[in-house]
Protein backbone atom coordinates (compact mmCIF):
# COMPACT_ATOMS: atom_id res chain seq x y z
CA UNK A 1 0.00 0.00 0.00
CA UNK A 2 1.46 3.41 -0.85
CA UNK A 3 2.28 5.31 1.95
CA UNK A 4 4.02 8.92 2.89
CA UNK A 5 7.89 8.64 4.21
CA UNK A 6 9.69 10.82 6.28
CA UNK A 7 13.17 11.07 6.72
CA UNK A 8 14.50 11.38 9.56
CA UNK A 9 12.66 9.87 12.13
CA UNK A 10 14.60 11.81 14.49
CA UNK A 11 16.44 14.99 14.53
CA UNK A 12 18.73 16.45 17.04
CA UNK A 13 19.86 20.20 16.20
CA UNK A 14 21.48 23.02 17.96
CA UNK A 15 19.55 26.33 18.63
CA UNK A 16 20.00 28.77 15.90
CA UNK A 17 20.93 25.95 13.57
CA UNK A 18 18.87 25.26 10.00
CA UNK A 19 16.81 22.11 9.68
CA UNK A 20 15.07 20.45 6.68
CA UNK A 21 12.71 18.10 7.32
CA UNK A 22 11.93 15.83 4.14
CA UNK A 23 8.67 13.71 2.85
CA UNK A 24 7.81 11.84 -0.02
CA UNK A 25 4.05 12.03 -0.68
CA UNK A 26 2.41 9.47 -2.42
CA UNK A 27 3.30 9.25 -5.93
CA UNK A 28 -0.03 10.60 -7.65
CA UNK A 29 -0.89 13.16 -4.73
CA UNK A 30 -0.85 16.84 -5.75
CA UNK A 31 -1.89 18.31 -2.66
CA UNK A 32 0.86 18.29 0.10
CA UNK A 33 0.76 19.61 3.89
CA UNK A 34 2.95 19.92 6.78
CA UNK A 35 1.59 19.80 10.63
CA UNK A 36 3.62 19.89 13.71
CA UNK A 37 2.28 18.51 17.08
CA UNK A 38 3.94 19.48 20.31
CA UNK A 39 4.90 16.84 23.02
CA UNK A 40 0.96 16.17 24.81
CA UNK A 41 -0.71 18.86 22.60
CA UNK A 42 -2.84 19.36 19.60
CA UNK A 43 -1.82 18.92 16.12
CA UNK A 44 -1.80 22.31 14.13
CA UNK A 45 -1.30 22.88 10.84
CA UNK A 46 1.75 24.66 9.52
CA UNK A 47 0.91 24.81 5.67
CA UNK A 48 -0.44 23.60 2.44
CA UNK A 49 1.40 23.08 -0.91
CA UNK A 50 0.12 22.82 -4.53
CA UNK A 51 0.94 23.94 -7.47
CA UNK A 52 4.47 24.54 -6.69
CA UNK A 53 2.98 27.58 -4.42
CA UNK A 54 1.45 27.79 -0.99
CA UNK A 55 -2.40 27.80 -0.46
CA UNK A 56 -2.52 28.38 2.63
CA UNK A 57 -0.30 29.13 5.56
CA UNK A 58 -0.62 29.41 9.46
CA UNK A 59 0.52 32.33 11.74
CA UNK A 60 2.84 29.67 13.11
CA UNK A 61 4.49 29.61 9.61
CA UNK A 62 6.61 32.68 10.15
CA UNK A 63 9.82 33.55 7.66
CA UNK A 64 11.59 31.29 9.67
CA UNK A 65 9.78 28.26 7.72
CA UNK A 66 9.91 27.50 3.97
CA UNK A 67 8.51 24.96 2.16
CA UNK A 68 10.27 23.34 -1.55
CA UNK A 69 9.56 20.49 -3.66
CA UNK A 70 12.77 20.35 -5.25
CA UNK A 71 12.68 17.59 -7.60
CA UNK A 72 9.22 16.50 -8.38
CA UNK A 73 9.17 13.31 -5.73
CA UNK A 74 10.52 15.16 -2.45
CA UNK A 75 8.36 18.04 0.09
CA UNK A 76 10.97 19.44 2.22
CA UNK A 77 10.15 21.55 4.92
CA UNK A 78 13.04 24.25 6.43
CA UNK A 79 13.31 25.76 9.34
CA UNK A 80 16.31 28.31 8.68
CA UNK A 81 17.21 29.23 12.14
CA UNK A 82 15.78 27.15 15.02
CA UNK A 83 14.16 27.83 18.26
CA UNK A 84 13.60 25.73 21.44
CA UNK A 85 10.26 25.82 20.88
CA UNK A 86 10.05 24.50 17.78
CA UNK A 87 10.48 21.02 20.08
CA UNK A 88 7.98 19.16 18.05
CA UNK A 89 6.71 16.10 16.00
CA UNK A 90 6.17 17.50 12.36
CA UNK A 91 3.84 15.46 10.21
CA UNK A 92 4.04 15.62 6.50
CA UNK A 93 0.66 14.78 4.55
CA UNK A 94 -0.24 14.46 1.14
CA UNK A 95 -3.73 13.76 -0.41
CA UNK A 96 -4.70 13.15 -4.57
CA UNK A 97 -7.28 16.34 -3.98
CA UNK A 98 -7.86 18.89 -1.72
CA UNK A 99 -11.58 17.90 -0.50
CA UNK A 100 -12.90 16.24 2.07
CA UNK A 101 -13.82 12.98 -0.24
CA UNK A 102 -10.06 12.21 -0.70
CA UNK A 103 -8.36 11.26 2.20
CA UNK A 104 -5.06 13.23 3.72
CA UNK A 105 -2.09 10.25 3.85
CA UNK A 106 -0.07 11.41 7.56
CA UNK A 107 3.78 9.78 7.19
CA UNK A 108 4.99 8.63 10.45
CA UNK A 109 6.57 12.13 11.62
CA UNK A 110 9.56 13.09 12.35
CA UNK A 111 10.88 14.21 15.87
CA UNK A 112 13.14 17.30 16.15
CA UNK A 113 14.60 18.16 19.70
CA UNK A 114 16.25 21.67 19.37
CA UNK A 115 19.00 21.90 22.19
CA UNK B 1 -12.10 31.12 13.05
CA UNK B 2 -13.02 27.47 13.25
CA UNK B 3 -12.03 25.91 16.44
CA UNK B 4 -12.74 22.24 17.51
CA UNK B 5 -12.73 21.17 21.36
CA UNK B 6 -12.43 17.68 22.71
CA UNK B 7 -13.79 17.99 26.43
CA UNK B 8 -12.49 14.24 27.12
CA UNK B 9 -8.50 14.08 27.93
CA UNK B 10 -8.75 10.85 28.63
CA UNK B 11 -11.42 7.85 28.56
CA UNK B 12 -11.10 4.17 29.70
CA UNK B 13 -13.07 0.88 28.39
CA UNK B 14 -13.39 -2.68 28.75
CA UNK B 15 -12.81 -4.58 26.19
CA UNK B 16 -16.00 -5.98 23.88
CA UNK B 17 -17.83 -2.65 25.09
CA UNK B 18 -18.87 0.15 23.55
CA UNK B 19 -17.26 3.56 24.14
CA UNK B 20 -18.15 7.18 22.89
CA UNK B 21 -15.92 10.12 22.36
CA UNK B 22 -17.03 13.46 22.32
CA UNK B 23 -16.53 16.59 19.78
CA UNK B 24 -17.79 19.86 19.48
CA UNK B 25 -16.49 22.51 16.66
CA UNK B 26 -17.66 25.85 15.72
CA UNK B 27 -17.84 27.84 12.32
CA UNK B 28 -20.23 29.55 10.74
CA UNK B 29 -19.38 27.61 7.45
CA UNK B 30 -21.88 25.69 6.06
CA UNK B 31 -19.57 22.90 3.65
CA UNK B 32 -17.67 21.14 5.18
CA UNK B 33 -16.38 17.85 6.43
CA UNK B 34 -15.89 16.37 9.77
CA UNK B 35 -12.89 13.27 10.34
CA UNK B 36 -11.84 11.03 12.84
CA UNK B 37 -8.42 10.22 13.37
CA UNK B 38 -6.62 7.87 15.93
CA UNK B 39 -3.28 7.94 16.30
CA UNK B 40 -1.67 5.03 17.96
CA UNK B 41 2.00 4.97 19.76
CA UNK B 42 3.39 4.60 16.72
CA UNK B 43 2.22 8.05 15.88
CA UNK B 44 1.06 8.22 12.57
CA UNK B 45 -2.45 9.87 12.20
CA UNK B 46 -4.82 6.87 10.77
CA UNK B 47 -8.12 8.28 9.12
CA UNK B 48 -10.73 6.56 10.81
CA UNK B 49 -14.40 7.95 9.75
CA UNK B 50 -15.32 10.78 7.66
CA UNK B 51 -18.44 13.07 7.61
CA UNK B 52 -19.75 15.70 5.10
CA UNK B 53 -21.79 18.13 6.37
CA UNK B 54 -24.23 17.71 4.03
CA UNK B 55 -25.45 14.67 4.68
CA UNK B 56 -27.70 13.66 7.11
CA UNK B 57 -27.14 10.41 7.89
CA UNK B 58 -24.33 9.28 10.02
CA UNK B 59 -21.62 7.37 8.69
CA UNK B 60 -20.43 4.18 9.74
CA UNK B 61 -17.23 1.92 9.42
CA UNK B 62 -17.53 -1.29 10.55
CA UNK B 63 -16.96 -0.92 14.41
CA UNK B 64 -16.90 2.74 14.68
CA UNK B 65 -20.04 5.33 13.66
CA UNK B 66 -20.30 8.54 14.59
CA UNK B 67 -23.28 10.97 15.76
CA UNK B 68 -23.28 13.76 14.43
CA UNK B 69 -25.84 17.15 15.24
CA UNK B 70 -24.97 19.56 12.84
CA UNK B 71 -27.14 22.26 14.59
CA UNK B 72 -25.64 21.50 18.01
CA UNK B 73 -22.15 21.42 16.27
CA UNK B 74 -21.01 18.32 17.72
CA UNK B 75 -19.66 14.78 16.36
CA UNK B 76 -19.20 12.17 18.40
CA UNK B 77 -17.79 9.50 17.54
CA UNK B 78 -19.36 5.36 19.34
CA UNK B 79 -16.70 2.47 19.27
CA UNK B 80 -18.62 -0.63 19.76
CA UNK B 81 -16.96 -3.86 20.40
CA UNK B 82 -13.58 -2.13 21.70
CA UNK B 83 -10.26 -4.40 21.25
CA UNK B 84 -7.18 -3.79 22.05
CA UNK B 85 -5.73 -2.31 19.47
CA UNK B 86 -8.31 0.38 19.26
CA UNK B 87 -5.80 1.62 22.61
CA UNK B 88 -4.84 5.21 20.83
CA UNK B 89 -5.14 9.02 20.85
CA UNK B 90 -8.31 9.77 18.51
CA UNK B 91 -8.26 13.29 17.23
CA UNK B 92 -11.57 15.03 15.88
CA UNK B 93 -10.74 17.60 13.01
CA UNK B 94 -12.54 19.80 10.78
CA UNK B 95 -11.99 20.88 6.93
CA UNK B 96 -13.70 23.74 5.70
CA UNK B 97 -14.36 23.47 1.92
CA UNK B 98 -14.55 27.21 1.26
CA UNK B 99 -10.61 27.80 -0.02
CA UNK B 100 -10.17 24.55 -1.24
CA UNK B 101 -6.74 24.67 0.57
CA UNK B 102 -7.46 21.33 2.48
CA UNK B 103 -6.08 22.53 5.81
CA UNK B 104 -7.67 20.48 8.82
CA UNK B 105 -8.39 21.90 11.94
CA UNK B 106 -7.70 19.30 15.24
CA UNK B 107 -8.73 19.48 18.56
CA UNK B 108 -6.79 18.53 21.55
CA UNK B 109 -7.19 14.56 21.26
CA UNK B 110 -8.68 12.34 23.76
CA UNK B 111 -6.68 9.40 24.77
CA UNK B 112 -8.46 6.03 24.64
CA UNK B 113 -7.29 2.93 26.76
CA UNK B 114 -9.30 -0.24 26.38
CA UNK B 115 -8.19 -2.63 29.06
CA UNK B 116 -8.39 -6.49 28.86
Known amino acids: EPEVTQTPSHQVTQMGQEVILRCVPI?????FYWYRQILGQKVEFLVSFYNNEISEKSEIFDDQFSVERPDGSNFTLKIRSTKLEDSAMYFC?????????????FGQGTRLTVV | AQTVTQSQPEMSVQEAETVTLSCTYDTSENNYYLFWYKQPPSRQMILVIRQEAYKQQNATENRFSVNFQKAAKSFSLKISDSQLGDTAMYFC?????????????FGQGTTLQVKP
Open chain 1, 27 to 31: SNHLY
Open chain 1, 93 to 105: ASSEGYGGRTEAF
Open chain 2, 93 to 105: AFMNLAGNTGKLI
